[in-house]
């Protein structure tokens, strides 16, 4: 069946949420947004390409910083009113130049940092 | 640092997205919607519990399935706007029976499914 961005399920703003997954070794990388454009563009360009809601423009993802998402698979959900986008991260995904935006964990009602800015 | 749930950037709606990730694979499982109180309940009873939108109540995972998520590690992201939740899965994660949501995929422009329901 060949693949349609209109018939997933964008929200009132018209924007899907997009998990990125690193394809080595599998970790969540981060969440961003996409609108039906930036879904055709990411499976067009091999670059995932995110709506950037702050910017209200296209995001694509490493275009300044050289930290670019190349996409390896592209899923849907259920739903599909959620992507999962598994990618070649090139560098730190998090804009703090962490490896991945989830390194803040809750253990024992404590907040903990899991990881360091890559140098 | 103690962690607080207020401390969180919940959208208009009150709720933040929870992406669950399998503790022993890292396959992502599925995404769904946390509030304050889910947040809390999550932490407090190790029992992955969200908010149904549809149903607008909070949903217990697996409550009337069996397909519980207890929770292994609660991460929040850079912005705080959406969270991580690595889970010991029981059975599968999706409505469909499937052990994740995520079993579509685009490819060469097809949609080809990935996964079959768990018998």
């Known amino acids: 069946m060949q693949f349609d961005p ?4 964008f929200n009132d703003a018209g924007l899907i ?3 990125a997954q690193d394809a080595e070794n599998g970790d969540v990388l981060m969440m961003a947004w ?6 055709q563009r990411t499976l067009d360009t091999g670059r995932v390409t995110y709506w950037s809601r702050s910017r209200q423009s296209f995001w694509i993802k490493g275009e300044s910083s050289g930290h670019v998402q190349e996409l390896v698979d592209f899923r ?8 999962l986008v598994i990618v070649n991260q090139t560098g730190p995904a998090c804009h703090t130049n ?7 964990a809750v253990r ?3 907040e ?7 140098v």
């Open 34 to 39: 996409m609108n039906e454009e930036a879904v």
């Open 6 to 9: 209109k018939t997933l399920k």
């Open 17 to 19: 949420p997009a998990i």
């Open 76 to 83: 849907v959900d259920c739903d599909r009113d959620c992507l």
């Open 108 to 110: 024992d009602g404590e």
């Open 112 to 118: 903990v940092e899991l990881m360091k800015p890559m």
């Open 98 to 104: 962490r490896r991945s935006c989830f390194y803040s």
